[in-house]
């Protein structure tokens, strides 16, 4: 029997209200937003997400991660270990590490990857990251490497290759050198690329075009065109991948959480959206050279008066658990240190302790007169981090200190703002944490940034602890599991008794899929989702 005309009607009129379905890509395109943007693609400079993301795209490096942290070689013919006599120890102390590269790399433009890749590589760590590490090729695909000392970190140890066959004559300073590579100045040009997909143009500040590489040995992707797009509002992000016009987005410079759990809770018949532990921690970079700051009590009262556990559970829906280190948990070798739950009374007598009294206006005063007042920056944009920044700020009023928010674009904060050290006061960003890395370049004396060595290093609070220093030497050269433990235990003890950071969240990946594509998650390894992007692939 027919439905009745009334009934008709109003049935047409719910089905105009339900959104479009999201229907798979059948044109072979795949458009990625992105909220961020790299100012360029050089591997070896300058670390930052949305750099990170290209490059897990078009590059494969010597070594990755598993889910667990677990070491694994990704361009070799097998992980150098003692058992299998790629690891030696010699009696200088030294160790020799060696490495055969497996016979079927290539670059996008059919170059093969050879061992002269691999010592160039080695040249630009020395440079970019003041390696001491030495390497003599011993045939086209090996190369024997001399670590001073051993190393328990061999993802940092050994760089990732770099095209031996351009810019052959770099210039030694590194800001020169970086602003005369290849990977800033011309980064089409395939023969920069190993990974599944090669840059095929490049939009300064708008957008990435890549095509499949043609001599990629691994699964062929599915995509033929992957557009990476720039949508640096994260609300306009939203609203474009609802829209169709975005495809996929970042799980890492994307949606900010509470609008992936947006997503979770309204739109899954049409994405599906999976959380996952992820490789960082939300924290705050603290300048340790402001006078204000350099008291460690002081750096304590702050973390005191910050109610962590409120801001995981209205936030974050208590997905993203409090951090206890700057080491996500399930990377952590032992367990973390820092112990400061919510207490506005200890932080007002910390801060008391530090010599500071209260104001006529309700700000403190240091012992010299001077309000104790500080700026907190982070990136324009996002509303999550501001939305902490507010939080913040309100709490740390509670017990006298005024906070003055000076946000700036993604691309200064990761540029001037932290590299050259340009902060006064705070900066909350995400600490992304290598597993099985130890934390040299975040907190080593010899890793503070300066215009002496290029700006290198990612100490950004300006740590200059003999005591980490000695630690972090100890966990470098341990071989032995008991050693490394702990080295470890004296590290995150050193850290939790100094506070160069803030820990305050665990990072929780949220990956929003549309129900069309297959292969995002769960991924195969730590690091960024395009690193497994060759599983992606229609439904």
Sequence with gaps: MPLPAFLRALLLAALCLLPPPVLARTDGALTFGMAQFPGELHPFAISAGAKATVLGAVRRGLFAYGPDGALLCRLCTALPTLENGGLKVEADGSES????????????????????????????????????????????RTVRYRLPAPS???????????????????????????????????????????????????????????????HWSGPAPAFQRVELRLIGNTSALQANLLSGDVDLISAEVGLSFDQALQFARAHTDRFEVVFAPGDG???????????????????????SAIDRQAIAARLFDNRQPVADSFVPPQFARVPGAVRAPHDPARARALLAEAGFTPGPDGILRAPDGT?????????????????????????????????????????TLFG???????????VLYQFGFAPGSVPVPQFAGASIPTAANGFRGLNYPGLADPRMDAALDAATGATD?????????????????????????????????????????????????????EDWRPR
């Design 97 to 140: 590490v060696t490495i055969t590269l497996r016979p079927d790399q290539l670059y996008a433009d059919g170059t093969p990857l050879t061992s002269a890749d691999l010592l160039r590589g080695l040249a630009e760590a020395r440079i970019f990251a003041g390696l001491a590490t030495t390497a003599t090729a011993i045939d086209a």
């Design 152 to 214: 328990s970190d061999l993802g940092r140890a050994l760089p990732d290759p770099y095209p031996a066959a351009l810019d052959p004559d770099p210039p030694a300073n590194p800001v020169e050198r970086l602003r005369q590579s290849s990977f800033s100045r011309a980064p089409t040009m395939p023969g920069l690329w190993n990974g599944p997909y090669r840059v095929a143009e490049y939009h300064a500040g708008e957008s990435i075009l890549l095509l499949p590489n043609p």
């Design 281 to 303: 921690v939300e924290l705050l970079a603290v300048k340790l050279d402001n006078p204000l700051l350099a008291d460690r009590r002081t750096r304590l009262a702050l973390l």
């Design 371 to 411: 309000r104790f007042s500080i700026p907190l920056t982070t990136t324009a944009g996002n509303q999550t981090r501001e939305l902490i920044e507010q939080v913040i700020k309100d709490q740390l009023r509670r017990v006298g200190v005024e906070v003055t928010l000076a946000n700036v674009a993604a691309r």
């Design 416 to 426: 001037e703002t932290l590299r050259e050290r340009k902060f006064e006061g705070l």
């Design 481 to 533: 599991p008991a050693a490394l433990a702990a080295a470890w235990r004296d590290i995150q003890a050193i850290y939790a008794a100094e506070l160069p950071t803030l820990p305050l969240l665990a990072v929780t990946k949220a990956f929003v899929v549309p129900r069309w594509l297959a292969g995002v998650t769960p991924p195969r390894e730590a690091g960024m989702m395009t690193q497994w992007i």
